[in-house]
T-cell receptor, first 112, second 115 residues
Framework: TQLLEQSPQFLSIQEGENLTVYCNSS?????LQWYRQEPGEGPVLLVT?????EVKKLKRLTFQFGDARKDSSLHITAAQPGDTGLYLC????????????FGAGTRLAVHP | DTEVTQTPKHLVMGMTNKKSLKCEQH?????MYWYKQKAKKPPELMFV???????INESVPSRFSPECPNSSLLNLHLHALQPEDSALYLC??????????????FGQGTRLTVV
């Protein structure tokens, strides 16, 4: 059973388009992290959200944590080819002994 | 400095070999992790160390043996692996935060091929 459902699994868009990736769960998380991973490399931490309703911006990327801390979204404005990669959400729960629970990932391809 | 360093970057080993993967961090983190990632899949947790003690073993076969010699180093000893163990092995570290607020930082990974 996947505790964190991530959608869509694949996204192929043209440069300049906007997109949103979703990460949903029936469980509450203390925090949720978003990572971007390129082939053959380790995931790179983009942002951590901890407060229900929180919105964080990182240049053209906007991250939101749901009010109930069960879901999160990543919105990219005016996507560029450099945004291509695997986007992973990962949640952490209190009493989880530092265990991160990963979503299945969204593979994004941005074409020039 | 948010760097986690893994060596080697690539490793090819035979099924009868013994090898070790190494991981180092100097962020003062007291939780360290090993993850395994197969192609087109998310990372799967293998082991968690907290204050140099093994706190989670996700039912990993004994041919994988973790070791945490000190708070900055984490090793993964490999012996008698199978071809299906070929994967990207990722090390990560974070604060030890049982409240679930710690951010995990990953190394670049070791691409392991078992022949």
């Amino acid at each position: 059973t996947q505790l964190l459902e991530q959608s869509p699994q694949f996204l192929s868009i043209q440069e300049g388009e906007n997109l949103t990736v979703y990460c949903n769960s029936s469980s509450v998380f203390s925090s949720l992290q978003w990572y971007r991973q390129e082939p053959g490399e380790g995931p790179v931490l983009l942002v951590t959200v901890v407060t229900g309703g929180e919105v964080k911006k990182l240049k053209r990327l906007t991250f939101q944590f749901g009010d109930a801390r069960k879901d999160s979204s990543l919105h990219i404005t005016a996507a560029q080819p450099g945004d291509t990669g695997l986007y992973l959400c990962a949640g952490s729960q209190a009493g989880g002994y530092n265990k991160l629970i990963f979503g299945a990932g969204t593979r994004l391809a941005v074409h020039p | 400095d948010t760097e986690v360093t893994q060596t080697p970057k690539h490793l090819v080993m035979g099924m009868t070999n013994k090898k070790s993967l190494k991981c180092e961090q100097h962020m003062g983190h007291r939780a360290m992790y090993w993850y395994k990632q197969k192609a087109k899949k998310p990372p799967e947790l293998m082991f968690v160390y907290s204050y140099e003690k093994l706190s989670i073993n996700e039912s990993v076969p004994s041919r994988f043996s973790p070791e945490c010699p000190n708070s900055s180093l984490l090793n993964l000893h490999l012996h008698a692996l199978q071809p299906e163990d070929s994967a990207l092995y990722l090390c990560a570290s974070s604060r030890d935060d049982r409240g679930g607020y710690a951010e995990a930082f990953f190394g670049q990974g070791t691409r392991l091929t078992v022949v």
